[in-house]
């Protein structure tokens, strides 16, 4: 199966810094990228994907970027707030319709 | 988000006693997962249903059951609990569209707790 690897494993950052999390996969046939931000205490939730064909997408202060030649993307998230605080997790999906598999999470703590 | 519950939200059990958590929606999706969460490890995939007929294994699917009574419902069993099957349980949703996404839509969550 498809192996993801999500780094750092924590992140502490000062409010308006950018914070970036990056995610490494195995299965070149991978196709289809999520991002989850779980704050605490709640269940997680879709903040961004992207799918192969793309490179980077935005969406206000987020952004992602895809780089399948090294099997890797990105979390980008500019001018950092408290509320960014949160564990975020990547994930990938090795094939059409398959299911997803989830990096180990990133804490991200966003310091006032 | 009221379309995906779970019950009971929070259990306290003993070793080698049988439970079950049970998830239902009304989003009408026809895929159904149950996850576990650790500190660390992040989320992990016990089981999933593509459909009514289907069930398929995920990375951590030893010690654990499922039954999809129907596309709404998805029960996830441990036969004989045991300590190291403390965690948080999700059960999640999704429907793929026609682009290839695949949103997950999360259950509120079932803390497990085996002493």
């Known amino acids: 199966g498809e192996n993801v690897e999500q780094h750092p494993s924590t992140l502490s950052v000062q409010e308006g810094d950018s914070a970036v999390i990056k995610c490494t996969y195995s299965?070149?046939?991978?196709?289809?990228f999520p991002w989850y931000k779980q704050e605490l205490g709640k269940r997680p939730q879709l903040i961004i994907d992207?799918?192969?064909?793309?490179g980077e997408k935005k969406d206000q202060r987020i952004a992602v970027t895809l780089n399948k030649t090294a099997k890797h993307f990105s979390l980008h998230i500019t001018e950092t707030q408290p509320e960014d605080s949160a564990v975020y997790f990547c994930?990938?999906?090795?094939?059409?319709?398959?299911?997803?598999?989830f990096g180990r999470g990133t804490q991200l703590t966003v310091w006032p | 988000d009221a379309d995906v519950t779970q019950t009971p939200r929070n259990r306290i059990t003993k070793t080698g006693k049988r439970i079950m958590l049970e998830c239902s929606q009304t989003?009408?999706?026809?895929?159904m997962y149950w996850y576990r969460q650790d500190p660390g490890l992040g989320l992990r995939l016990i089981y999933y249903?593509?459909?009514?007929?289907?069930?398929n294994k995920g990375e951590i699917s030893d010690g654990y059951s499922v039954s999809r009574q129907a596309q709404a419902k998805f029960s996830l069993s441990l036969e004989s609990a045991i300590p190291n099957q403390t965690a948080l349980y999700f059960c999640?949703?999704?429907?793929?569209?026609?682009?290839?996404?695949?949103?997950?839509?999360f259950g509120p969550g079932t803390r497990l707790t085996v002493l």
């Open positions: 992207i799918r192969s064909n793309v």
């Open positions: 299965d070149s046939a991978s196709n289809y």
């Open positions: 999640a949703t999704s429907d793929p569209d026609r682009g290839g996404a695949d949103t997950q839509y």
């Open positions: 249903s593509f459909d009514v007929k289907d069930i």
């Open positions: 994930a990938t999906r090795g094939s059409t319709l398959g299911r997803l598999y």
């Open positions: 989003k009408g999706h026809d895929r």
